[in-house]
Structures are given as structure tokens and as C-alpha cells.
């Protein structure tokens, strides 16, 4: 039997860190959005995670027929999928986007980035130890770099309101439950069904919420077009990618690696949007790279 060019840990590590790019796109295109379009995450994020979970399990169901509803046939399951949509799914997708809409793309990613440190400090805690020395630094490099490149190193950039705040400290907290929460599903089950149903459980839940369609914004081409952008390579194939790279690599250095995300989205803001790219933010794309290849070591 021919042995895979790659490693099942190489490819953990390539899988999140082009999630983490995809992530970096989407969030370009939905500042884009907020920024010209008048958009709101209310609307956005239901509307893209409805979109999202309904496609992909009309793709999955096309190929795998009755397998995709295998989740729902065991009581544990099914509770841990809906747990999964309704909190790790809804929750860190809603506080993010909430806090960029009450704050700044930059200050809303670097509270969110706290995340990896909380599950750090819970696999810590549940393993009874210590970070290794890798761990320390390589979480250090993480919030050290997208730090840099949301502030530009200057901290009173992060003068928030109360809303922003919390929503960001929200994100931090629900991007841990989303990185943890689904290690049993995973165990059991392929990262795209438990995506697909994660985001149709969440999708559905945020409709009845918030009912986008009684909000007034205006669906012209652009807002299509990015729209559909969002939900394809923003949303299913970045989620997809990135929770099968968490089961191969697990989640504490699934998340750092993760954190590739800022570092894409700033570059496509300077390619896209025209944001002025300064020597800060080359120092903190070099703490961000540095870490990457720091945990990418076996």
C-alpha cells in the first residue's frame, strides 16, 4: 500500500492554515459589507449560516444518501449536535461579526484571539499541567502578533464600548466552545457532516431570533455576489477545512495556527481595500509566521 506524500499531521497543519486564510477572506469581504453596504450581523451572520448548512448537506446527501442523518440516529449524539449549532456554531460566528459591528475588525480579532488562551489554560487544567515551553511561546507569538497588527502596538486603540467589549470577550469564550465542543462528533463522524449540521441547527435558530428578512437592507448585485462568496469559501470549505485539521492535530495548536487568520485578512485589506501596510504590521505577520512554524514542528 503506497504510503500519502504527506503526514496526517502535515496535513492538519495545512488544512487549518488554509482555514485560517479563508477565514481571513471572509472577513475582509463581510468588513466590506458592514463598511459599504450597510450591513448588519443580525442579518448577515443567520443568512449565511442557513445558506451554508442548507448547501452542504445537499452535497453531502447527494453522495452519501441516508448517512448524513447517522448523527441523529443515537440519542448522545444528536444532543451533542444541536449543543454544537446552537453554542460553538451560532455563538462564536454571532459575537464576532456583532463585535466588528460594535467596534473595528482589528480590535473585535484580537479579542477573540483570547480564545486560544482559555483552552490552553482548560487543557491545562483537565491534564493537571503545566504549558509546555513550545505552548508558552508559541501563545505568546499569537497574541503578540495580531496585537501588533490590529493596534499597531499602541494600546489605547483599544478604547471600546461596553457592547464592543463584551461581544469580544464573547467571541474569545464561544471560539473555545467551538474548538472543544465537537472532539467527540469528530471522533465519530467527518468534519463536513457535523459542519453541515452545526450550521443549519445554528442558521435555523438565528431566523426565528432575529428575522433578517424584516430588516431593511438592500440586496443589489455586490451585496449578492460577496454574500455568495461568504457562504462558499468563507464559510462551508474554511469550516470544513479547519475542524479536520483540529481532529488530526488537536485543538490547542489547531486554534494558534489558526490565528493565520489576521494576518490573511489584513492582507487583503492592503491588496483589496487599500489599508496602508505599515512596519508594525510586518513585525506582527512575522510573530504570527513564527508561531506557525514553531507549532508545525512534531
Not at 443580525?42 to 449565511?48: G, Y
Not at 502578533?145 to 464573547?170: N, R, Y
Not at 494558534?256 to 506582527?284: K, N, Q, Y
Request: hydrophobic share 50%.
Amino acid at each position: 500500500m503506497r504510503k500519502p506524500y504527506l503526514s496526517n499531521e502535515t496535513q492538519g497543519v495545512l488544512k487549518v492554515f488554509a482555514g485560517g486564510c479563508l477565514w481571513g477572506f471572509s472577513g475582509a469581504c463581510g468588513q466590506f459589507l458592514f463598511q459599504n453596504k450597510g450591513m448588519v450581523s443580525s442579518w448577515l451572520v443567520p443568512v449565511r449560516l442557513l445558506s451554508a448548512g442548507i448547501l452542504l448537506l445537499l452535497l453531502l446527501g447527494a453522495t452519501r444518501r441516508k448517512a448524513v442523518f447517522d448523527v441523529w440516529r443515537n440519542k448522545k449524539d444528536a444532543l451533542h449536535i444541536v449543543l454544537y449549532g446552537l453554542l460553538g456554531m451560532s455563538g462564536c460566528q454571532y459575537a464576532y461579526f456583532t463585535a466588528v459591528q460594535n467596534s473595528n475588525a482589528g480590535t473585535a480579532t484580537v479579542l477573540q484571539y483570547l480564545g486560544p488562551a482559555l483552552i490552553l489554560l482548560w487543557l491545562c487544567f483537565r491534564g493537571r499541567r503545566l504549558p509546555t515551553r513550545r505552548e508558552a511561546v508559541g501563545l505568546g507569538l499569537a497574541l503578540a502578533g495580531t496585537f501588533l497588527i490590529a493596534t499597531h502596538g499602541d494600546p489605547t486603540s483599544l478604547a471600546l464600548s461596553p457592547a464592543g467589549l463584551f461581544w469580544g470577550l464573547c467571541a474569545a469564550v464561544f471560539v473555545a466552545v467551538y474548538t472543544l465542543q465537537p472532539a467527540y462528533l469528530l471522533s465519530k463522524y467527518d468534519a463536513a457532516t457535523v459542519v453541515g449540521w452545526g450550521m443549519l441547527i445554528g442558521g435555523v435558530m438565528q431566523m426565528a431570533l432575529f428575522r433578517p428578512w424584516t430588516l431593511p437592507i438592500r440586496l443589489d448585485g455586490q451585496v449578492m455576489w460577496y454574500m455568495g462568496l461568504i457562504v462558499i469559501l468563507g464559510t462551508i470549505l474554511t469550516f470544513t477545512l479547519y475542524l479536520d485539521g483540529v481532529r488530526r492535530i488537536g485543538p490547542a495548536r489547531g486554534s494558534m495556527i489558526s490565528a493565520i487568520e489576521p494576518v490573511s485578512a489584513s492582507l487583503f485589506a492592503v491588496c483589496w481595500l487599500g489599508t496602508p501596510l505599515t512596519g508594525v504590521d510586518l513585525v506582527g505577520f512575522a510573530c504570527i509566521f513564527a508561531m506557525i512554524l514553531l507549532l508545525a514542528r512534531k
